[in-house]
């Protein structure tokens, strides 16, 4: 299982980012994706979720509005669209995937390595 985070960057406040994240190794289609990220001193956070069947989308209250998240299951990818960027949205952004349908799952859970994302002028 592979997951592989990209698209991350220094961008100004207000900017525009799209996060990529091709995934290998399971059956894709079967698998809530997520996008989480961490700042230093701070825990994880989940940012944003789509289902592996209906495609519905949960997102931090903190994100909603700007940030959409979109799958395409004949590229084993996921995608962060992230607009109107703050500084509090500087992070370490990653990909994760477990098996599972809308917001019930289950068996192993994957992690990407992450993609940095500043947001600073």
């Known amino acids: 299982v592979q997951l592989v985070e990209s698209g991350g960057g220094l961008v100004q406040p207000g900017g525009s980012l799209r996060l990529s994240c091709a995934a290998s190794?399971?059956?894709?289609?079967?698998?809530?994706m997520s996008w989480y990220r961490q700042s230093p001193g701070k825990g994880r956070e989940l940012v944003a979720r789509?289902?592996?069947?209906?495609?519905?989308?949960d997102y931090a209250g903190a994100v909603k509005g700007r940030f959409t998240i979109s799958r395409d299951n004949a590229k084993n990818a996921v995608y962060l669209q992230m607009s109107g960027l703050k500084r509090e949205d500087t992070a370490m952004y990653f990909c994760?995937?477990?098996?599972?349908?809308?917001?019930?799952?289950?068996?192993?859970?994957?992690w990407g390595r992450g993609t940095q994302v500043t947001v600073s002028s």
């Open positions: 789509i289902s592996s069947t209906d495609g519905s989308t």
């Open positions: 190794g399971f059956t894709f289609s079967s698998y809530v």
């Open positions: 994760y995937a477990r098996r599972g349908t809308g917001t019930v799952m289950w068996g192993p859970e994957y």
